[in-house]
C-alpha cells in the first residue's frame, strides 16, 4: 500500500502511524496515511520538519511532543488544509508553516463559513489574515500562540471567535473591521478571546471614538481588550451597554455617556484603570432616569457636560436620589438636598472620598443601606427629624452624626457590629475545635 523505503521509519497499522523510528530531519508523512497515532513522534530531538499528506484527517494527542527541533512544517494546498475535517490540529505546532512551497505568512481566507479549531496552531510564521465575507466563525484555539501576527481583518459576517482563538497573541495586533457602529452592536459570542488589540476602521486607528445613534444595544464585550481607544462618545439614541462592552479597555480616559441610556450591564468599564472622567449631559436627567445597573458604574471624576461636579444642588426635579447615582465619585465635595426629596438609595454616595459636607432637607424620611459609607472626608451630618428609616452602614463609623434619630442609629450599628463579631468568634472557634478532632458543640452543650 505504501512505498517500502518511504514507510520503513514507521510502524504503521492499516493506515495510521503508530510510531516514528527513524532519527529525525526531514520527515516525509506517506501518501495514503489518514491518521498519526497519539506520541507517534514524541521526544523525537532530531526532527526538523514534517511534510504532510492531503490524506491526514487525524493527528492523536501528543504527537509531536517534545520534538524542539522541529521548525517547519509543509502541507501540499492550505486550502485543503484549512476545509478538511483534521481531528487534533491542535497537537501539530505548525512554525514555518509552508503551503505548497510557500510560506505562509499573509493570508487570505476565503470560501469556507468556519475557520477550523487548531487552524494556524503556534504558526510562528503568519503575520497578517484577512477573513473573507464568507468567513462567519473563528474555531478554538485557531491563531493560539501566533505570536507574530500582527494584523487581523474581519468582515461584518463575523458571529463566532473560539475559546483561546487569539490567545498568546502580540499585544500589538491590529484587528481590522469595516465599521465601528455594526460592530459594536452584532451579537458575536466570544468577543473576549481577542485579549488586547489596537482597533481600526476604515484604515483610521480608533482613539477617540464616536458610537452612532443608530447603535441602540451595545452588545456584551463590544470592544473588550481595546487598546487604541482613549475616549468614547455616545450620540442621543443609545440605550444600553452590554455586559463588559469595554472592560479592559486599558488606555481609556474620558466617557461621555448620553441622556437616553437606560441600563448598564455588568461591569461596562471593568479594568479601564486609566478612566478618570465621565461626563453625562444633564446631571438632574441622571439622577430621574430609571436606569439600570448603576452599580456598575464607577464615576471618577464626574462631569456635567465639560463642567467637573465639585459643588451639587440636587434640586425637587427628583423625588429620591437612586441607588449607586454616585458610587465612587471622586470630584464630589459638597452635597446640598433640596426640599422635596424623601430617600436616599442604596449606595447612592458610597466611597466619595472627597465629599465633606452634606445638607438633608427637612423632607427627608429614608437613607438606605451604606448611602455614605466610605465617605472618609465627610465628619458631621445633620440628621433631619422627618428621617424615621437609616440602613445599615449608612454612613462612615468617622462620620459624627447629629438629630433626633443619631443616637437610634449609633447603637443599631454598635449591636449589628457585636452580633458580627460574636458570629465571626463562634464559628472561629468551631473551626479551631476540627483542626485538633474535636468536637465544639458536644463540649459547650
Known amino acids: 500500500m505504501f512505498d517500502a523505503a518511504a514507510s520503513r521509519d514507521f510502524e504503521i497499522e492499516g493506515t495510521k502511524i503508530v510510531e516514528y523510528r527513524g532519527y529525525g530531519g526531514d520527515v ?58 483534521i481531528a487534533g490540529r491542535e497537537y501539530l505546532p505548525l512554525k514555518d508553516f509552508y503551503s505548497d512551497g510557500e510560506l505562509v505568512e499573509d493570508v487570505l481566507i476565503t470560501g469556507i463559513e468556519e475557520l477550523p479549531d487548531g487552524a494556524f496552531y503556534e504558526c510562528q510564521s503568519l503575520k497578517s489574515v484577512r477573513l473573507s465575507d464568507d468567513v462567519k466563525a473563528i474555531g478554538r484555539w485557531a491563531f493560539h500562540w501566533c505570536f507574530n501576527l500582527e494584523s487581523v481583518s474581519f ?93 479592559n479597555c486599558r488606555n481609556l480616559e474620558a466617557v461621555y455617556l448620553p441622556g437616553s441610556l437606560t441600563s448598564l450591564g455588568y461591569r461596562p468599564f471593568a479594568d479601564c484603570n486609566n478612566l478618570r472622567a465621565v461626563h453625562v449631559p444633564d446631571v438632574a436627567k441622571w439622577l430621574s432616569s430609571p436606569i439600570k445597573g448603576r452599580i456598575s458604574l464607577e464615576l471618577s471624576d464626574f462631569y456635567e457636560g ?60 429614608e437613607i438606605a443601606d451604606s448611602a455614605f459609607y466610605g465617605c472618609t472626608g465627610l465628619k458631621g451630618v445633620r440628621l433631619p427629624d422627618s428621617v424615621n428609616v437609616i440602613g445599615q452602614e449608612a454612613f462612615d463609623p468617622a462620620c459624627e452624626l447629629t438629630g433626633a434619630m443619631a443616637e437610634a442609629y449609633k447603637k443599631a450599628e454598635d449591636e449589628r457590629i457585636r452580633k458580627e463579631e460574636a458570629e465571626d468568634h463562634f464559628y472561629s472557634e468551631e473551626y479551631d475545635y476540627y483542626e485538633r478532632g474535636e468536637n465544639w458543640r458536644s463540649k459547650n452543650s
Not at 460592530?183 to 468577543?191: C, L, P, Q, S
Not at 452588545?219 to 463588559?244: M, N, Q
Not at 464630589?332 to 466619595?352: D, N, P, W
Request: proline content about 4%; aromatic content about 10%; some cysteine.
Open 306 to 365: 465639560d463642567t467637573l461636579v465639585e459643588d451639587l444642588t440636587i434640586g425637587p426635579e427628583v423625588t429620591e436620589i437612586p441607588e449607586w447615582a454616585f458610587f465612587k465619585c471622586r470630584s464630589l465635595k459638597t452635597v446640598r438636598i433640596a426640599q422635596g426629596i424623601t430617600r436616599v438609595g442604596t449606595s447612592a454616595f458610597c466611597r466619595c472620598c472627597a465629599l465633606e459636607s452634606v445638607t438633608l432637607p427637612e423632607s427627608l424620611t
Open 28 to 85: 516525509t508523512i506517506p501518501d495514503g496515511i489518514t491518521e498519526i497515532g497519539e506520541y507517534a513522534f514524541c521526544e523525537c530531538n532530531g526532527l526538523t520538519s514534517v511534510y504532510l499528506p492531503d490524506s491526514i484527517i487525524a493527528i492523536g494527542f501528543c504527537a509531536f511532543e517534545y520534538c524542539p527541533s522541529l521548525s517547519r512544517v509543509y502541507v501540499p494546498d492550505l486550502t485543503s488544509w484549512l476545509t478538511r475535517n
Open 155 to 247: 468582515s461584518e459576517n463575523m458571529r463566532i471567535i473560539g475559546k483561546g482563538a487569539f490567545s498568546h497573541c502580540s499585544n500589538n495586533l491590529l484587528l481590522h473591521v469595516p465599521d465601528l457602529t455594526l460592530w459594536v452592536t452584532e451579537k458575536i459570542e466570544g468577543r473576549e478571546e481577542i485579549p488586547e488589540y489596537r482597533l481600526i476602521v476604515k484604515d483610521a486607528l480608533v482613539e477617540n471614538a464616536m458610537i452612532e445613534a443608530t447603535a441602540e444595544n451595545i452588545d456584551d464585550e463590544a470592544l473588550y481588550g481595546c487598546t487604541s481607544l482613549r475616549t468614547l462618545r455616545f450620540k442621543e439614541g443609545v440605550k444600553t451597554l452590554g455586559r463588559y462592552s469595554f472592560a
